[in-house]
């Protein structure tokens, strides 16, 4: 980890600006009633239904990531009702097809998670019996540890500050999770390479991305970079109630892992960069 990313604050954050990340909810503004709106009907619209528990950490994580997100740059989304619709339910649209995968109560790994979307909510949501949030960046990380920790009564969820090429290289990591999400990390290409060393054979990665000729042509760009790191051939799920619940375009692309991914993958940044087909 880059060194100025070790600290869980910013560097030069006052004691003011300290004293106002809270880890406790009831340290933080009441919800703005909208986001329950937006998100009561999303959810009837998918016909997901949420326990107690589930709804009670979802809404936990969005009040802490309002009050954090004044002071550290977690989410571009500021208002309730843009983070309802915009993290929240866009990551819930994807637990019918994640559950449709096949594993019983999966455990669930969530690359890039930043300010933890989609990882915590489909955790909670699907739910999964062990989960894991993973950000490099110091300050992320020190959110995702708040978040994780509200929601402890529901899931153990573990923060890993760390990055995925690291995570792949230890033997407790590598190819011991189910499902592997990734939202917004990168091409098909990169979140194969960075996600299916992490899968278990029979699992699955699962990226969230935006319809369109430029999301045909990065799968087609990664067929060789998929097969090459163990997976089947990337496919492309469709989300019909995208554009009901205001998130036109978005859809999942879905990859099998088949077979063991060989040594020496994934590779690192650089060598990604230099050759982006093995």
Not at 49 to 57: E, I, M, P, Q, T
Not at 206 to 234: D, F, M, Q, S, Y
Not at 268 to 278: D, H, I, K, S, Y
Request: charged residues 25%.
């Amino acid at each position: 980890m880059d060194a100025r990313d070790r600290s869980s604050l910013p560097r030069h954050a006052s004691p003011q600006s300290r004293a106002a990340l809270p880890r406790d909810v009831a340290a933080t503004p009441a919800m703005d009633p909208i986001f329950d709106e937006v998100l009561e009907r999303g959810l009837n619209d998918l016909a997901l239904k949420l326990d107690a528990g589930a709804r009670a950490a979802i809404d936990t994580h969005v009040r802490l990531l309002m009050a954090w997100n004044e002071h550290v740059n977690l989410s571009g989304l500021r208002t309730a009702e843009q983070i309802a619709r915009g993290h929240v339910l866009d990551s819930l649209i994807a637990v019918p097809a994640m559950r449709a995968l096949g594993a019983e109560r999966p455990t669930l790994l969530d690359l890039g998670s930043g300010g933890g979307f989609p990882g915590l909510p489909v955790a909670v949501a699907l739910p999964a019996r062990r989960a894991a949030l993973v950000d490099s960046i110091g300050k992320k990380a020190a959110f995702l540890e708040a978040a994780a920790a509200a929601a402890k009564d529901v899931i153990a969820i573990e923060v890993l500050a760390e990055r995925a090429e690291d995570l792949a290289e230890k033997p407790d990591q590598r190819e011991g999770w189910d499902i592997v999400t990734a939202r917004a990390v990168g091409s098909v290409a990169e979140v194969a390479e960075l996600g299916l060393p992490l899968v278990r054979v029979g699992g699955h990665v699962v990226a969230w991305k935006l319809a369109g000729p430029g999301l045909n042509a990065e799968i087609a760009a990664a067929v060789r970079i998929v097969r090459a790191v163990g997976g089947e051939r990337a496919g492309l799920v469709e989300l019909p109630l995208a554009d009901k619940l205001g998130l036109p375009g978005h859809c999942l692309v879905v990859i099998e892992k088949i077979r063991p991914t060989p040594d020496g993958y994934p590779r690192a940044p650089g060598e990604r960069r230099r050759r982006p087909l093995p």
